[in-house]
């Protein structure tokens, strides 16, 4: 890629709930307004992030904003680092004290994805992201291991194992992301996402919903989840 790409296609955005921040149209915009650290902004551009996709220029300034969000966007519309950006943000470095942030998604293929992306944005500073699987469910019996861990990404059910064995708690999270709501949402995991949220107990979780599709059951259940929400919808039409 080169630095004379055009920007890609913009998408139809809607937008409600109270107080809606400003869409940031670049990159540049949101370093201005939000600060964003160089070693963020570094890693955007080795991975050749040029310019924010719709979801990213409406959704990013909503949750660096600390607000609750239910994001709609087509698939492959780079929802990922629509939340990933302002998670690594927002916890600003690494940290002692256990995981301050959840990303839940339905497969383990996914949540490998996603941990990936995390990777990419996290390079150059030592955050511990841990994708959760059976091996790291059980180093994370270790106190010590445990504390140092600043994202978790994880299938529902793996992490309600760790929960329910109590080699697990998530009292320290701030920060909760459902991928794909629309299945983490429908009946093979509401109770188990129930079960996290409910395991999230500190007062102020910013928790944020994004998926390609939100039917009405799920987005019932999504917006009882979320406190005075923003959501937002992507629409498949250009402008
Ligand atoms: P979604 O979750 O909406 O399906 P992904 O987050 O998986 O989309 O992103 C799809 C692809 O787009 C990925 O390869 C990702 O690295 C890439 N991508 C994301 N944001 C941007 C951007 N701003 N510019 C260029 N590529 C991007
Ligand atoms: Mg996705």
């Given at each position: 890629e080169s630095s004379s790409d055009p920007p890609p296609p913009r998408h139809r955005v809607t937008a409600k709930g109270s107080n809606v921040p400003s869409p940031a149209d670049s990159f540049g915009a949101l370093k201005e307004r939000y600060h964003l650290s160089s070693h963020i902004l570094s890693n955007l551009s080795s991975n050749g992030f040029k310019h924010p996709t719709g979801i990213q220029s409406h959704g990013i300034p909503i949750l660096l904003e600390g607000r609750d969000l239910a994001a709609i966007s087509p698939t492959g519309t780079g929802k990922t680092l629509a939340y990933v950006l302002p998670l690594l943000h927002a916890l600003r470095a690494p940290t002692p004290g256990g995981a301050r942030a959840v990303i839940l998604a339905p497969t383990k293929e996914l949540a490998h994805q996603i941990h990936n992306e995390c990777l990419r944005m996290a390079h150059g500073r030592k955050w511990r992201v841990v994708l959760f699987s059976k091996a790291t469910a059980a180093s994370l019996k270790d106190k010590n291991a445990r504390d140092k861990v600043d994202v978790i990404v994880s299938t529902p059910l793996r992490l309600v194992a760790a929960l329910q064995s109590g080699t697990?708690?998530?009292?320290?999270?701030r920060h909760l992301v459902l991928d794909e709501a629309d299945r983490m949402l429908d009946a093979e995991f509401l109770t188990q996402v129930q079960e996290i949220v409910a395991a999230c107990?500190?007062?102020?979780v910013q928790k944020a919903v994004f998926s390609a599709t939100l039917p009405a059951g799920a987005e019932k259940i999504a917006m009882g989840m979320l406190r005075d929400p923003i959501r937002i919808v992507v629409g498949l039409k250009h402008v």
């Open positions: 697990l708690d998530l009292n320290n999270v107990t500190h007062p102020e």
